[in-house]
């Protein structure tokens, strides 16, 4: 599934530092002073699991692929983006073409790294933030009504059509304005439909990561900042990821070995990327299932509540022209089973037709034939 993720935030909060940790890279400059990013970075994230593991060991195929999915680290946004402040316009585009966000909020001091703002303060940052998502939606909806009203010019069917249309933008309008951003509204299908047929900015659901100075990574709720974006984002339905962009760079780029030992140096017991890709998933409703053949066993990315025909459709789609069943096993049955053929034996793997719901952790097999 290609959904794309991207980074945002104010200027100097550790975008792009984040950025390179994701994707093991090095590949975006991280500097000490705002607007480093002019460009964004692209680049792509493999989701680690370790099933893929538990899989290969008892089906032995050449290889383990991972899943993965697009992540863009966007130039930093400032106050009066939206009317074309710093890099404006030009970073509310890249905005407007993800299907979610990160939105990374500085908590971390370092002195030699200047805030945009003057001052450490995570919840006036998101403020700031929302605040020009809500302004560049608002400019959308302006621009939406002067073309629907010169669409239905002297035309009775379109002016109708329009008018659900203008009832609907008067809405987000009204909510706009008082500074909440779509996302944290109980949308309506038909709503959520025209929030994303418009990409609207401040639609797109969002995952915070809090960036602490790496010593507060042990215990995070220390930290004042760290606890006062908590407060203020709970109301909302978008978690909250700790982590420490600068720590994370510097142990993507090691060995697995280098990685343990520089881990039970810090006394960091949890893979703080896994955390923040798992996040990304359950924000953007995504399961994993896999396939397994000699050649290789893969993790696939698939939108929770889809069928087994639409998986088969994302395999190759000869698979959904052609599809007769899925065969399906979970990975922890074959895990208990220890092979496919006790695992059958015992009816652990079963035939599903096309409207199977594929579950996190299966592992399909599809017959078709065309
Ligand atoms: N101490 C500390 N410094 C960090 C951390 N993350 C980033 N920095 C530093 O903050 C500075 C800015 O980091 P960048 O990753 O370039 O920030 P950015 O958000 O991409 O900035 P722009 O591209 O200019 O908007 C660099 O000097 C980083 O080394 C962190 O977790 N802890
Ligand atoms: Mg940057």
């Not at 106050?79 to 509310?92: C, D, I, K």
């Amino acid at each position: 599934m290609a959904v794309s993720c991207g980074i945002l935030g104010l200027p100097n909060v550790g975008k792009t530092t984040l950025f390179n940790a994701m994707t093991q890279t090095t590949q975006g400059a991280a500097e000490a002073y705002p607007f480093t990013t002019i460009d964004p970075n692209r680049g792509r994230v493999l989701l680690e699991d370790e099933r893929l593991e538990v899989i290969a060991s008892i089906m032995k195929p050449e290889n383990q692929i991972c899943a993965d999915f697009p992540v863009v680290d966007i130039a930093g946004l400032v106050r009066g983006a939206s009317r074309g402040e710093g890099l404006g316009n030009q970073f509310l585009a890249h905005v407007r073409e993800m299907d979610m966000l990160i939105h990374v909020v500085r908590c971390f001091f370092a002195s030699h790294v200047p805030h945009v703002e003057g001052t450490i303060s995570p919840v006036r940052d998101v403020e700031i933030i929302d605040t020009e998502l809500c302004m560049a939606d608002l400019e959308v909806i302006e621009r939406r009504r002067q073309r629907l009203a010169q669409e239905a010019k002297g035309k009775t069917r379109a002016a109708r059509a329009n008018e659900r249309e203008g009832e609907m933008l008067d809405r987000f309008e009204a909510w706009l304005d008082t500074g909440t951003p779509l996302r944290r509204q109980d949308l309506s299908a038909e709503e959520e439909q025209l929030a994303r047929a418009l990409a609207m900015v401040s639609a797109k659901p969002v995952l915070y990561a809090a960036n602490l100075d790496e010593g507060d990574l042990l215990e995070p709720s220390d930290n004042e900042h760290y606890a006062s974006l908590l407060e203020h984002v709970r109301p909302q339905a978008s978690e909250v990821v700790p982590v420490s962009a600068q720590i994370c760079s510097e142990l993507a780029v090691l060995t697995q070995e280098e990685r343990d030992m520089f881990m039970e140096e810090l006394g960091l017991s949890r893979e703080v990327l896994a955390e923040l890709s798992q996040a990304v998933y359950r924000t953007l409703s995504l399961i994993t299932y896999f396939t397994v053949n000699e050649k290789e066993v893969r993790a696939r990315s698939l939108r929770a509540g889809a069928s087994a025909l639409e998986a088969a459709g994302q395999i190759h789609t000869d698979m959904a022209r052609g599809f007769i069943r899925a065969e399906v096993i979970s990975t922890d049955q074959l895990a208990e089973a220890q092979s496919m053929t006790v695992a059958r034996e015992k009816g652990w793997v079963r035939l599903e037709g096309k409207d199977y719901r594929v579950q996190d952790g299966d592992i399909l097999y599809i017959r078709f034939n065309v």
